[in-house]
């Protein structure tokens, strides 16, 4: 249970920075057509096109090992499947007739996307945090085979 906390740590941490990050690109991506969709896509594209633990590697060796780079690093290459999730909830839910009645009482896009496309999002992006946390947590573990897990005095 003591060597569970660096993990459990940084799992929760992961989380909390990957969830807002995916879920506005997501929403954004969706909502807005065209370029705006197509530019952020194509940086999930090429987030997703590297296998998420080498990539996450690769940072903490280029970072150095520490908790807080394994948060950084574990945080770059684990919110693609989120703004994913949100970006095709967000396509579906933008055909709805109450956000076409908000757009008919000149509401802003941002105003549209944070009130009404975010929370009906938010299911769907919480399963998904969760099903992304065991991805984290088995990334986390495989940064200690090279050496960059946590320093010698903590348990892991």
Request: with cysteine.
């Amino acid at each position: 249970m003591h060597g569970a906390r660096i993990a459990l740590t940084i799992m929760f941490l992961v989380t909390i920075v990957v969830w807002p990050i995916g879920h506005l690109l997501g929403t954004v991506a969706g909502y807005f057509d065209g370029r705006v969709d197509t530019f952020l896509m194509r940086i999930t594209d090429i987030v997703l096109s590297f296998p998420s633990l080498i990539l996450s590697l690769a940072f903490l060796a280029a970072l150095g090992p520490s908790l807080n780079t394994a948060i950084i690093a574990i945080s770059l290459t684990a919110w693609p499947p989120i703004a994913r999730l949100a970006r095709a909830e967000t396509m579906t839910f933008r055909q709805a007739d109450h956000i076409a009645a908000s757009r008919l009482q000149w509401a802003s896009p941002a105003r549209i996307i944070w009130r009404s496309i975010v929370p009906m999002c938010l299911p769907s992006v919480l399963i998904r945090l969760t099903l992304n946390m065991a991805t984290v947590i088995l990334t986390a573990a495989g940064r200690g085979f090279p050496g960059l897990g946590a320093l010698p005095p903590l348990p892991e």
